[in-house]
């Protein structure tokens, strides 16, 4: 049976500001989440973007920076890359993303069968400190996994003590299947050339009898 990649329920974390947004990453190259210059998450739209975000085939999170986007950095237990144009970069639980002066920090928290737009995770206190935060984080993982979004994984956060090399991959996303437009009806136009050469012939039919009158 062959496995078939699923949308992938994430929340977006704004460093700075301490908020979290959930959402959820579509499979393939479609038009689903996006984040702009200024590191805004966009849904489905169609304003340029500076990064996408996206499910690959082998049911990876993917981040892609379009060719022309300004630049954006990605950082991961202490290594960091300039995202190159145009190739998929493979991202794991808790990477950081920097565009520009933002920063973010990407969880991811398992597979979801619902295409939900972004939406804020209303915390009851600031999580200041990094215990509060991990503490909010499992907490959001764990709303998702019952309120919604519907991952499946139940909030569980991967640790990573010795992180892997960020992976870069060379080739860009394929964009799906467009539905294969429909091939006319050959037996239609059949049956209409038919038709019409049958009324030439009963025309010319009914002047050849005129004229054999006109001379009797």
Request: proline fraction near 10%; hydrophobic fraction near 35%.
């Amino acid at each position: 049976m062959t496995h078939r990649p699923r949308p992938k329920a994430i929340c977006i974390e704004d460093i700075q500001a301490g908020k979290y947004t959930r959402c959820v990453a579509l499979v393939g190259s479609q038009r689903g989440l996006r984040l702009d210059q200024q590191g805004r998450l966009l849904w489905q739209d169609e304003r340029p973007s500076l990064c996408q975000l996206w499910v690959s085939a082998d049911d990876r999170l993917v981040l892609l920076r379009p060719a022309g986007a300004a630049p954006a950095e990605l950082s991961r237990g202490g290594r960091a890359l300039l995202v190159p144009e145009g190739k998929p970069v493979v991202l794991l639980d808790r990477d950081e993303l920097a565009l520009g002066a933002r920063r973010l920090r990407v969880h991811i928290h398992g597979a979801t069968e619902v295409a939900a737009p972004p939406r804020p995770f209303i915390q009851q206190q600031p999580a200041r400190s990094a215990a509060r935060r991990a503490a909010t984080a499992l907490a959001l993982g764990a709303a998702v996994s019952l309120g919604g979004i519907g991952a499946a994984s139940g909030g569980v956060i991967e640790e990573h003590k010795n992180p892997p090399p960020i992976e870069v991959r060379d080739d860009p996303p394929d964009m799906p299947d467009p539905t294969p437009p429909k091939k006319p009806n050959k037996k239609t136009k059949k049956t209409k050339k038919t038709k019409t050469v049958k009324k030439t012939k009963t025309v010319k039919k009914a002047k050849t009898v005129k004229k054999t009158t006109k001379k009797k």
